[in-house]
């Protein structure tokens, strides 16, 4: 069984960085053959949206709120997937979680139900 395990959240000034790590742990064939892994948040009261996604070649897609600030890698040899947040503003307060599948698709996108297993979160709160 595939565990996601998120750390780097904290609390940060407007403006502030921030890089959250997610381990994977149980991988038997490596990060590789995990061919979706994405970065999902959630704010209170608000549904879970997608961050960022990256497939196994390193093609990653951006939420338009976050583009140009956030970036998404992963490192294979590691079993660890990144995002680096530049910039942070008080919006970007949310639980972050880290999410990833194996099934291979055309490309990697922000649908929940496309990623079958979960992090437990990492909380970024962002003050003004």
């Known amino acids: 069984q595939v565990q996601l395990v998120e750390s780097g959240g904290g609390s940060v000034q407007a403006g502030g960085s921030l890089r959250l790590s997610c381990a994977a742990y149980?991988?038997?064939?490596?990060?590789?053959?995990?061919?979706?892994m994405g970065w999902f948040r959630q704010a209170p009261g608000k549904e879970r949206e997608g961050v960022a996604v990256?497939?196994?070649?390193?093609?990653?897609t951006y939420a338009d709120s976050v583009k140009g600030r956030f970036t998404i890698s992963r490192d294979n040899a590691k079993n660890t997937l990144y995002l680096q947040m530049n910039g942070l503003k008080p919006e970007d307060t949310a639980m972050y979680y880290c999410?990833?599948?194996?099934?291979?698709?055309?490309?990697?996108?922000?649908?929940?139900?496309?990623?079958?297993?979960w992090g437990q979160g990492t909380q970024v709160t962002v003050s003004s």
């Open positions: 999410a990833a599948d194996f099934r291979r698709r055309g490309y990697c996108g922000v649908t929940l139900l496309e990623y079958a297993y």
């Open positions: 149980g991988v038997t064939y490596g990060l590789y053959s995990l061919h979706c």
């Open positions: 990256i497939d196994r070649d390193d093609t990653t």
